[in-house]
């Protein structure tokens, strides 16, 4: 069965420092790869996805995620965080179902 | 903008109680689903629903029941609730399509006393 594993669960940061999330999935057929995060009491919501094509995704606020697929991983990275971007972030795989296997989360915590 | 609601926000129970949690979406999407949230733990699937009158088990489906009688509600339902249940639920709705985004309604915390 496929699973995510996120190996941090938190992630303390300063403003405007750069970050990576980590996030690596374990599945023998072709994958479709997701970032979700949840800003406090509120629901998750699409950061960005891997479908096909260019390896390099990105979203409008600045974070990317880069699919490799020999390491079976799918980072997210930001190059200088915002307080604003304290949330907890999901990464998730879909491998042929309509269904979504979510890693256990990394709450990122941006300090000033 | 695609919208996604549930019924409460916040939720409290007696052990034993039947609770329904309700969830309602407006962009006429096939697919629904209930997870759980809990820490350290993500998100862990309690039921689908791919079709009006249509489910199936997630990962963790004992205890909980579903019904979909219509294209646009989804409800989960504890038959009798127990301490182990209290947790954050999360109502999500998508399009058939594999690389579909879901959209997830704000959760509901609930708590089991």
């Known amino acids: 069965a496929q699973s995510v594993t996120q190996l941090d669960s938190q992630v303390p940061v300063f403003e405007e420092a750069p970050v990576e999330l980590r996030c690596n999935y374990s599945?023998?057929?072709?994958?479709?790869l997701f970032w979700y995060v949840q800003y406090p009491n509120q629901g998750l919501q699409l950061l960005l996805k891997y479908l096909s094509g260019s390896t390099l995704v990105e979203s409008i606020n600045g974070f990317e995620a880069e699919f490799n697929k020999s390491q079976t991983s799918f980072h997210l990275r930001k190059p200088s965080v915002h307080i604003s971007d304290t949330a907890e972030y999901f990464c998730?795989?879909?491998?042929?179902?309509?269904?979504?296997?979510f890693g256990t989360g990394t709450r990122l915590l941006v300090s000033p | 903008d695609v919208k996604v609601t549930q019924s409460s926000r916040y939720l409290v129970k007696r052990t034993g109680e039947k609770v329904f949690l309700e969830c309602v979406q407006d962009m006429d999407h096939e697919n629904m689903f209930w997870y759980r949230q809990d820490p350290g733990l993500g998100l862990r699937l309690i039921y689908f629903s791919y079709d009006v009158k249509m489910k199936e088990k997630g990962d963790i489906p004992e205890g909980y029941s579903v019904s979909r009688e219509k294209k646009e509600r989804f409800s989960l339902i504890l038959e009798s609730a127990s301490t182990n249940q209290t947790s954050m639920y999360l109502c999500?709705?998508?399009?058939?399509?594999?690389?579909?985004?879901?959209?997830f309604g704000p959760g509901t915390r609930l708590l089991v006393l």
């Open positions: 599945s023998s057929v072709s994958v479709y």
């Open positions: 999500a709705s998508s399009s058939p399509d594999r690389g579909e985004t879901q959209y």
């Open positions: 998730a795989v879909n491998t042929g179902f309509q269904k979504l296997v």
